[in-house]
């Protein structure tokens, strides 16, 4: 804060008495003074002294809407932030301005820094303290002048440094942290003028920032304990002033995944039941991988079982990946122990055959054959989303039809266009659906007529299996 004072003005009261005109142009006849000699000379008339103090001299600034900023903040300082757009309000004093003759009778001011004392006057009892707001930043000056009863003044100045207020800003580079993982939090982009003075967090959401960091804008900090904290940081500059944000972290307690199944024999359909799998707000997807390729291919969104039919003896794996709402994730991996299918047979006269073996015509014998599936048409199209539909029936009189359908190009070296395993029960028709390659679209786009085979796997209910091939031709 600086203040200056000017050189005081002195003015004359009344012209000179004839007295003492013939008293200066004739010394000899000058009239006697002092005591007895006719009355004393006057007092010096001395000037005022103008006193001016302001709070804060680092101030902030308003923010009021430009259209509004003609209208003056001056007066009282009980005027709302709201109506006159926040930052500091200036409170200045002028109380201790002081006349040595006891004639202090006018305190004026110049609040907006023109050189002119017309935005504020009165007598010192009403005029010694004023308030004021800024809406640029800057140094601003305001001034006071102190006016004695004989006209003789004095000023004084004071200049505000006017800035900006903090900025706060916070990012967290998890938004839903599993418990016990760590949080990387950082309020890069806050500003602070002139300088930054502190930054402070409140990592545990309750209200006190109680973790100071200096002026480093990160920190990091982990959590026990799921459910949602709203962490802040506050930012200080170098003269006090603060601002916070604050960002919401939701700690995450990961699912766990387990499942059941009954016992697994070929050919016959096993449950697989993951309704046992736990998490602190509920499993939203289950995902399993039937084949134990590591893929998990079968989702069955928030519905917890899912079945198959194995179609070969021996050791299976399944997997179980569960999904929270928060995309956390666990997975669980089971050996499953298939038992071979239980063999079935079929009586029928062996005829010749069985009396050239040495049995007569009446002997049994078992007869074991695949089912063969049966395509409804051998011209397929591909659609534009690159699928390619293939409607097959099971044969009524097998027990079932378990396989998988390949397509292939005729060419000497097949190429493979996609495959899609099928499960059909005796009797039933059903369409499939074979993504092609988006590398082999082209090419089956650009002719009429793509020659291609259709090579089917297929396995009945008593694990009896056979392979088959069907030429095919895919179109538009």
């Known amino acids: 804060m600086s203040t200056t004072r000017s050189t005081p003005v002195r003015r004359f009261a009344a012209p000179l008495t004839a007295a003492a005109f013939f008293a200066a142009a004739a ?5 006697p003074v002092g005591p007895g000699g006719g009355g ?29 900023q003609s209208q003056k ?36 001011w110049d609040l907006d820094d023109d050189g002119a004392f017309d935005d504020a006057s009165g007598t010192p009892a009403t005029a010694a303290k004023q308030s004021v707001r800024f809406y640029t930043t ?81 920190t990091q900090t982990s959590y026990a304990t799921p459910g949602r904290r709203t962490v802040g940081v506050r930012i200080t500059d170098a003269y006090g002033a603060s601002r916070t944000a604050s960002v919401d972290v939701t700690v995450n307690q990961a699912p766990t995944a387990a499942f059941t199944n009954g016992p697994a024999t070929v050919g016959e359909k096993v449950t697989f039941d993951g309704s046992g799998s736990t998490d602190d707000a509920g499993v939203t997807d289950y995902a399993w991988d039937l084949d134990g390729n590591g893929s998990f291919e079968t989702d069955t969104a928030t519905t917890p079982t899912v079945s198959k039919t194995f179609t070969a003896a021996g050791d299976a794996t399944v997997r179980l990946r569960v999904t929270d709402a928060q995309g956390a994730t666990s997975t669980v991996s089971r050996l ?33 054959l695949a089912p063969k599936l049966a395509f409804a048409s051998t ?11 293939i409607k097959v029936s099971c044969p009524k009189t097998a027990s079932a039809c378990i396989g998988k359908i390949t397509l292939k190009t005729s060419a000497k070296h097949p190429a493979s266009l996609g495959s899609v395993r099928f499960t059909l029960k005796p009797g039933q028709t059903k369409t499939y659906r074979v993504t092609v390659p988006a590398g082999k679209r ?6 009429t ?17 056979g392979t088959s091939t069907t030429g095919i031709l895919i179109g538009l």
């Open 442 to 447: 082209a090419a089956i786009r650009r002719s």
């Open 73 to 108: 903040f001056t007066g009282s300082a009980d005027l709302s932030d709201a109506l006159y757009g926040g930052g500091d309000a200036v409170h200045l004093d002028a109380s201790a301005s002081s006349d040595q003759d006891g004639d202090l009778a006018k305190l004026s």
């Open 379 to 389: 011209k397929l199209k591909l659609a534009k989303s690159g699928k390619v539909a």
């Open 336 to 368: 499953i122990k298939v038992a071979p299918a239980k063999t079935t047979t079929t009586s029928g006269t062996a005829g010749t055959a069985g009396a050239a073996a040495g049995s007569d015509g009446g002997a049994t014998q078992s007869t074991k």
């Open 449 to 465: 007529a793509f020659k291609a085979n259709a090579i089917v796997s297929v396995a009945d209910a008593a694990g009896l299996k």
């Open 27 to 31: 010394p000899a006849f000058a009239l």
């Open 138 to 218: 800057g140094d601003h000056i305001v001034r006071v002048r102190a006016q004695d009863a004989g006209n003789l003044v004095d000023t004084a100045k004071v200049t505000i440094d006017v800035r900006n207020p903090p900025h706060a800003q916070i990012a967290s580079d998890l938004t839903a942290p599993l418990v016990g993982q760590s949080v990387n939090l950082s309020a890069a982009g806050s500003t602070a003028e002139p300088s930054l003075g502190s930054v402070s967090w409140d990592l545990d959401g309750d209200g006190t920032y109680e973790t100071s960091t200096g002026t480093s804008l990160t």
């Open 40 to 68: 004393e000379n006057p007092p010096p008339q001395h000037a005022p002294v103008a006193v001016l103090k302001a709070s804060p001299i680092h101030a902030l600034v308003s923010t009021l809407p430009k259209v509004l």
